[in-house]
């Protein structure tokens, strides 16, 4: 990583001065952002980081002056050109053509891979991760939670694959429970085998409408109820139609997966875990953690005192499981069958109780795995709506954003020609989407606008969009760029240093958001990069300029649209050529 060579000839040379090795000081060493004051340093080393028990004990004119006097004590080389002290920092500028010659071949030799094969990540282990998201509910509205749920877990599981991790993708389908006793009834009275076949989630979901309204009648209740049961008893009959509910559905889910450009390992669900769940409150029973109440459920004691002042239920009177009986019994399962470092379920943050009880009883169980067992949640959504009102099915979603992107193309002047219109309005429409929802802080709620989301110009997701099918026209109109024989010192411009710089921060921006699981660090990284390359698109024309400045100005700017695409597509967002 270009980023890499440079904080260590930095370590090398302060760990001779400091006395501490240079492995200790790379991490204090990072890129500086790219300000709009310009003429900022590359890096620069903490001093606070670098000095033991530091927290309050230095005061900051006390760490000001320790950078002047280590600053003094450095020397310039072949590598950094400069050195100054800021506040409670050193600054060190890198020699500006090696600057640009090391970022450039680093992007070009890497390509995909470029930010991920960093130094940053040498000490992380190389794990096996499972990621549980998406899990809709069969036959009920694929409401905006589960949309979160599924763009969220797909950047999740993207970025681990990128940075080299065994990743298992599984969509855990609420595919069992009474709503299939009323469903099995209601389709008996309202279904329509054609309309199954034709649009099987539309059609449950108004059956399930239908039946519910009839289920207030306590004859309706009660052939539910004898319909689940014998769902539960393996009654053939029963088992065969709610087979035809499930496999139509996910049909139908793969499809719709496909337009959002993402896929499952698995496609798991409550009803694999019926006879297993069964198996839990034996083995809680036998482990001496299964309490019953007066009323006849079955709870398990999480509280410090075994007072039975907070208690988790996982048992029906009637001995049946329940929802988190069901979980127990599919995380056990998935150790047994993957044998995981880490198990990540991705939420909304209204079931943060839920996992907390989960993640508990694993452990009072004697599950020490646990503790690699994590809740990413997120805040809601509110204000989403279509034309035709309230958002029910998730394809209603990706509807309405490709027809009112193909609408804003239609009547945009900047508009270029596209083969495949229909298509273009999608990428771009979903990339508005992803952005608007990753902006922020995942557990922040968060108001929808089809407005805001869908400018052109900003921080959005189509102005992603419009600069890298800018870069790659320009790519297209004036030959690919060979990083052969580019002579770096055409390349010298505030501009085009600004791009330079922000290309060497990507490594510390995706570590970031390795560690914190949040999109929001990458996709202001990219924002901003679309910005300097806009900025430079303007100030450092290729066309009209001499071949040596024409072919390193070409090799700059397909170095920020490679890394762009990179990063779109750790977010879930494919990159489209034309607009």
């Not at 320790?66 to 590598?79: F, I, N």
């Not at 429409?429 to 952005?435: H, N, T």
Request: proline fraction near 2%; charge should be neutral; aromatic fraction near 8%.
């Amino acid at each position: 990583m270009a980023a890499g060579s440079f904080r260590r000839s930095i370590a090398s040379q302060l760990s001779k001065v400091l006395d501490l090795p240079p492995e200790y000081l790379i991490k204090s060493i990072s890129a500086v952002p790219v300000s709009k004051k310009r003429h900022v340093a590359d890096f620069q080393l903490s001093i606070a980081s670098i000095i033991e028990n530091s927290s309050g004990d230095c005061l900051a004119q006390d760490l000001h002056l320790q950078a002047q006097q280590l600053a003094e004590r450095l020397q310039c080389d072949s590598v950094v050109s400069a050195i100054s002290a800021g506040p409670g920092t050193v600054n060190f500028t890198i020699n500006r053509e090696l600057l640009a010659k090391t970022v450039l071949q680093q992007v070009w030799r890497d390509g995909s891979k470029y930010g991920v094969k960093s130094e940053l990540f040498s000490t992380v282990p190389r794990q096996k991760a499972v990621v549980e998201f998406s899990s809709p509910n069969i036959a009920k509205k694929f409401h905006i939670g589960h949309l979160r749920s599924t763009i969220v877990g797909n950047f999740i599981a993207n970025l681990k694959a990128a940075l080299g991790h065994e990743v298992v993708r599984i969509n855990y389908l609420g595919d069992w429970g009474m709503q299939f006793g009323l469903l099995g009834v209601g389709f008996q009275s309202f279904g329509n085998k054609e309309k199954l076949k034709s649009s099987p989630l539309q059609h449950l979901f108004e059956v399930y409408v239908q039946i519910n309204k009839a289920a207030e009648d306590e004859n309706t209740k009660k052939l539910a109820k004898d319909f689940f049961r014998k769902l539960e008893e393996h009654d053939e009959q029963a088992l065969s139609i709610w087979q035809q509910f499930r496999d139509l559905s996910i049909e139908e889910y793969v499809r719709i997966y496909k337009r959002l450009g993402v896929h499952f390992d698995e496609y798991s669900g409550e009803s694999f875990y019926q006879e297993k769940a069964q198996e839990v409150l034996k083995m809680l029973e036998d482990k001496g953690l299964l309490q019953k109440t007066i009323k006849g459920t079955g709870v398990v004691d999480l509280s410090e005192k075994k007072d039975l002042s907070t208690v988790s239920t996982v048992m029906r009177s009637d001995g049946t499981s329940l929802y988190i009986t069901r979980d127990l019994a599919a995380a056990i399962d998935r150790m047994n069958k993957h044998g995981w470092d880490t198990m990540i379920y991705v939420t909304d943050k209204s079931q943060s109780n839920h996992f907390q009880h989960l993640f508990q009883i694993l452990k009072l169980m004697g599950y020490d795995w646990a503790e690699r067992c994590q809740h990413v949640s997120f805040g809601l959504v509110q204000g989403m709506k279509t034309r035709r009102g309230e958002v029910v099915f998730l394809e209603d979603v990706l509807n309405e954003v490709r027809s009112r992107m193909l609408q804003n193309m239609t009547s945009t002047k900047t508009t270029k020609e596209t083969q495949d219109p229909v298509e273009t309005a999608e990428k771009v429409g979903l990339a508005a989407l992803i952005i608007q929802d990753f902006r922020g802080l995942l557990s922040s709620d968060y108001q929808f606008s089809w407005e805001r989301a869908l400018q052109s110009r900003g921080d959005t997701g189509v102005f992603l969009q419009y600069t890298h099918a800018r870069l790659h026209s320009l790519e297209q109109m004036h030959g690919n760029a060979e990083l052969t024989d580019v002579n770096v010192s055409c390349l010298q411009e505030p501009d085009a240093i600004s791009v330079l710089q922000h290309l060497l921060r990507y490594d510390e921006v995706l570590y970031r958001s390795s560690q914190d699981l949040q999109p929001k660090h990458i996709v202001s990284y990219l924002l901003t990069l679309s910005h300097l390359a806009a900025v430079a698109h303007k100030t450092l024309p290729v066309k009209g300029s001499a071949p040596a400045v024409a072919q390193a100005r070409l090799c700059l700017f397909h170095a920020a649209r490679s890394v762009l695409a990179n990063g779109m597509k750790l977010l879930g967002i494919t990159p489209v050529n034309q607009m």
